[in-house]
């Protein structure tokens, strides 16, 4: 059962989805990429609950149900991203946790993780920009334009498009009504992700993802969808091949968004990668 909550945070409001499940082990801290928000992770969230695992995935600040706040207010930079990120954990009192992230932004999860180690019991990254080679794509480039990004991220369909656009298959309209919920609700959400587009500072992030990899001590599995269209497979090769601690499992027709479609296979892994003896 995933249970929907909010926090305060400081000055900012969390939102964020748990599983009920009570358990010794530690939970899985689920973050999620753009443009969408914690309800991405729903698949994998049950599965990981039906072996026996809690878990708990946050929306962004700026996306989904959590606070939006104006950029003189939150800077939307991936340092910003990462204090707030900090601030959270320290709130929920997760003071171990295995972390799953996908996508851009997920990319932000992966530098908390360098910078904290000792937190990190286990690191699954999939489909999330790991090196300098990979570029934000043109679809999400434009939302940093100025005045064509802030007609686009006012659009509650181009949540639609990017999705499906990434994933490549279809996603049921019940699950896009929720996806685009936060875009019908208030224009801030749009703000939010220009501002985002615009401070990701893409080549600076990956350049200390990809070698700060290089020296990672926690055993990590990256699950990549081979499909997809935006982020090569040949790039996280490279990544899980400079470091022994790193697996690479790849779903041959997946796509860029795979916890979408690709749940149960995903919650699998996890789960089968969680119980193996330390490498």
């Not at 729903?42 to 600040?61: C, F, H, Q």
């Not at 685009?180 to 224009?187: E, G």
Request: with cysteine; hydrophobic share 40%; proline share 6%.
């Amino acid at each position: 059962m995933i249970e929907e909550c909010q926090i305060e945070v400081g000055k900012l409001q969390w939102f964020y989805r748990q599983t009920a499940t009570e358990s010794e082990k530690p939970p899985v801290l689920l973050l999620h990429g753009l443009p969408t928000h914690g309800y991405t992770w729903r698949g994998v969230m049950t599965s990981l609950e039906a072996s026996g695992y809690s878990a708990i995935a946050p929306d962004w600040i700026g996306s989904g149900f959590s606070a939006k706040p104006d950029k003189r207010e939150f800077a939307y930079t991936p340092q910003a991203f990462i204090a707030a990120l900090e601030n959270l954990i320290t709130t929920l009192e997760l003071e171990k946790f295995y972390l799953v992230v996908q996508g851009f932004l997920g990319s932000v999860g992966i530098q908390y993780a360098l910078a904290h180690p000792q937190q990190v019991e286990r690191l699954i990254i999939l489909n999330t920009p790991l090196t300098p080679e990979m570029k934000l794509p043109w679809k999400m480039k434009q939302w940093g334009i100025p005045f064509v990004g802030d007609m686009l991220t006012q659009d509650p369909l181009q949540v639609d498009r990017t999705l499906e656009g990434g994933s490549g298959f279809v996603i049921e309209d019940q699950d896009l009504n929720i996806h685009r919920k936060p875009f019908l609700t208030s224009s801030s959400v749009g703000r939010a992700l220009v501002a985002t587009i615009k401070s990701l500072d893409l080549n600076k992030t990956t350049t200390e993802i990809s070698e700060g990899l290089k020296t990672w001590e926690q055993p990590t599995l990256i699950i990549w969808g081979v499909e997809d269209p935006w982020l090569a497979i040949a790039d996280a090769e490279i990544v899980a091949k400079s470091n022994s601690k790193i697996e690479l499992v790849k779903l041959p027709e997946a796509k860029h968004y795979p916890q979408e479609h690709w749940s149960e296979e995903i919650g699998k892994e996890i789960t089968q990668f969680f119980r193996r003896s330390v490498f």
